[in-house]
């Protein structure tokens, strides 16, 4: 026993310096390691998403949502029963839909681009315009609108009342048979659970996943270097304000004005969420922009002139790889997994 101690003193006084060197260098290891996570450590926290606002009497329930959900995957809905809510706002796009215009009831066009469903229960406001305030008022108008449906709620209602399992379903979820207060509300229930908070980015702010260098790079231009968050900012890339982004009108649409009649808010239109925004093309109110690539070209010239154009956009100047990484940043904003959640598929093909 005795030998041993001595023995291990005096191997560490023979190599004193050596084990003095590796105590450093492993010192020096750990210091380095901690600045470079340091430095990784971003200025992004993940996002906070508030309590959604959901009006008094249609608390979420299960029977409310899945009620919901089969009407929005009802044809019944629409006058020649063609037609259903998810015709235009389709899972795979995040419940909007690939075409500028798509058709309603006997091949009818209306004037506006299907917008995504994304987090659509946050919004304090709804349409283009910004003027609905509910999601259950907002039902009423695909259901009446010639463009898109072109039937009358208490026909809906009619219909439902021949099926068995709307009158039992209406029933468990609102305690009463089909008529306008279920379908409204069972309607904006289903909508209300169509949250997306899994994107690409939202695993990287929870320190889960890297990006490339070139998204982390289109992410600073995003944030840091050009207006964008500006209008699209906080956990849904907007701050449901309504704006002119630099687009001019055309003859058959004045944006919030259709509404309000003031010259003010001629060509005003919502600032749209940007999550899953790869899906959603075409762009704008009216489709009118094809790629990611034409949007920031438009915002790149500052937009045309229009007398009701927001301050903030001006004119910018990125090189073709800058652009490419602000794309990259913008296609980290798709949530796989959203689109193709069984709970928001089509109930009729299970
Ligand atoms: C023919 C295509 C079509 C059909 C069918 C349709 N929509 Fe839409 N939806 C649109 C268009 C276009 C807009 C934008 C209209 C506007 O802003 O004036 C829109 C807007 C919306 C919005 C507003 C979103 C926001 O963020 O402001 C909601 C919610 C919505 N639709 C839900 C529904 C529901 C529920 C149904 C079925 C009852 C439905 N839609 C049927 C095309 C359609
Ligand atoms: C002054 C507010 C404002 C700023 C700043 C702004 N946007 Fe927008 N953005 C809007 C509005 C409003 C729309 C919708 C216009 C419409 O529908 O006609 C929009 C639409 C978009 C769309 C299309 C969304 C869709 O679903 O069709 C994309 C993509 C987009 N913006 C990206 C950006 C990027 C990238 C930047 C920075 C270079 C930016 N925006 C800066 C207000 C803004």
Not at 159 to 166: G, L, V
Not at 285 to 307: A, N, P
Request: aromatic share 12%; hydrophobic share 35%.
């Amino acid at each position: 026993m005795k030998m041993q101690v001595k023995f291990n003193f005096r191997l560490w006084f023979n190599h004193k310096i050596e084990i003095y060197l590796l105590i450093f260098g492993l010192f020096l290891m750990l210091f380095v390691f901690a600045s470079v996570q340091f430095q990784n450590k971003e200025v992004i926290e993940p996002f906070e998403f508030p309590e959604m606002n959901v009006p008094e009497g249609n608390e979420l329930n299960n029977s409310r949502i899945e009620l919901g959900r089969r009407l929005f995957y009802d044809p019944i809905l629409s006058l020649d029963s063609t037609i259903s809510c998810s015709s235009c706002h389709k899972q795979a796009f995040a419940f909007a839909d690939n075409l500028s215009v798509t058709p309603g009831v006997s091949a009818k066009l209306g004037n506006r681009n299907a917008p995504t469903l994304t987090n659509v229960g946050y919004n304090p406001t709804y349409l283009f315009d910004g003027f609905l305030t509910t999601l259950e008022k907002q039902a009423l108008v695909p259901i009446e609108e010639h463009a898109e449906m072109n039937f009358n709620i208490v026909e809906v209602a009619k219909r439902m009342k021949r099926n068995k399992k709307y009158i039992r379903d209406a029933y468990r979820a609102y305690k009463r048979e089909p008529d306008a207060y279920v379908i409204t509300r069972a309607l904006a229930s289903f909508q209300r659970s169509l949250i997306s908070k899994n994107s690409k980015f939202d695993q990287y702010t929870k320190g889960k996943i890297k990006l490339t260098p070139s998204e982390k790079n289109g992410m600073r231009l995003f944030y840091d270097v050009l207006y964008c968050a500006q209008c699209h900012s906080g956990y849904n890339f907007t701050n449901f304000s309504v704006q002119n982004n630099g687009l001019k009108s055309t003859s058959s649409d004045s944006g919030r004005m259709r509404v309000t009649r003031l010259e003010i808010d001629r060509d005003l239109y919502k600032v749209p969420t940007l999550r899953n925004i790869a899906l959603t093309a075409p762009y704008m109110h009216d489709g009118r922009l094809q790629t990611l690539r034409e949007v920031i070209l438009h915002y790149q010239k500052g937009g045309e002139s229009h007398i009701n154009k927001s301050k903030v956009i001006e004119p910018f100047k990125l090189n073709e790889s800058e652009l490419d990484d602000l794309i990259s940043f913008l296609n980290t904003l798709t949530d796989s997994e959203f689109i193709q959640n069984k709970k928001y598929g089509n109930p009729f093909r299970n």
